[in-house]
């Protein structure tokens, strides 16, 4: 079984900033494109960034410039680096990828979501 767990998220200030990590476990081979989406409240889920197994990065319009994702393939977790946060930000930040498991399958998994807040 895989699983991807986020974590890092919380309440920050307008202006602040927040990494979020995603950690990927079971019985894994490698990762493949990994992606950051998120979720305010009443609103669709949308996505914010993503990073291809080589690296290559892409960004909503709204995060181009504030924030970075990154990746460990050793480690076998993905990162969000968020600054500047606005009030907007405010959503459930979810973790989403394509993994290789040991059976050589390739399985769309989910994590179960990490609350970011930003307010005064």
């Known amino acids: 079984q895989v699983q991807l767990v986020e974590s890092g998220g919380g309440l920050v200030q307008p202006g602040g900033s927040l990494r979020l990590s995603c950690a990927a476990s079971g019985s894994i081979l490698s990762l493949n494109a990994m992606n950051w989406y998120r979720q305010a409240p009443g609103k669709e889920r949308e996505l914010v960034a993503s990073?291809?197994?080589?690296?290559?990065?892409n960004y909503a319009e709204s995060v181009e410039g504030r924030f970075t994702i990154s990746r460990d393939n050793a480690k076998n977790t993905v990162y969000l680096q968020m600054n500047s946060l606005k009030p907007e930000d405010t959503a459930v930040y979810y973790c989403n990828g394509t993994i290789e498991d040991l059976r050589r399958r390739f399985l769309g998994v989910w994590g179960q979501g990490t609350l970011v807040t930003v307010s005064s």
């Open positions: 990073i291809t197994s080589g690296g290559s990065t």
